[in-house]
């Protein structure tokens, strides 16, 4: 499948949502890595962010916007290759080693 010349309709609503909930994230955890960095903010405080800010379930909810999307103007077997792909990515905890660590983007 072509992916790089196909456009997907979202709701505008929906798609400032998520906006706004990926500037916020992107932004506070730049924040929080930078105040790492310097040793003023620990593992905790990140963990910490995650929790009370609800990082989980509004990334969640992001993804199930997307996928109504694709859902909604792909073909089955389109879906079928998105959904390979997805499930080819790094996830935290799942490290050939057993090591988190290992998880880590380079």
Known sequence: MEMSSRDIRLPLNEAVAILQN???FV???????????FGTVDEYTV???VADW?????????RHV????????LSEEEIAEIDSLCEQGKFFGMGS???????QRT
């Open 97 to 103: 080693t057993g090591d988190n660590h290992a998880d």
């Open 66 to 73: 997307i996928g109504i999307a694709l859902d909604a103007q």
């Open 54 to 62: 609800d990082v989980a379930r509004r990334l969640a909810h992001a």
């Open 22 to 24: 990926l500037n916020e």
């Open 27 to 37: 932004v506070s955890l730049d924040r929080l890595g930078s105040r790492q960095a």
């Open 47 to 49: 963990g910490k962010f």
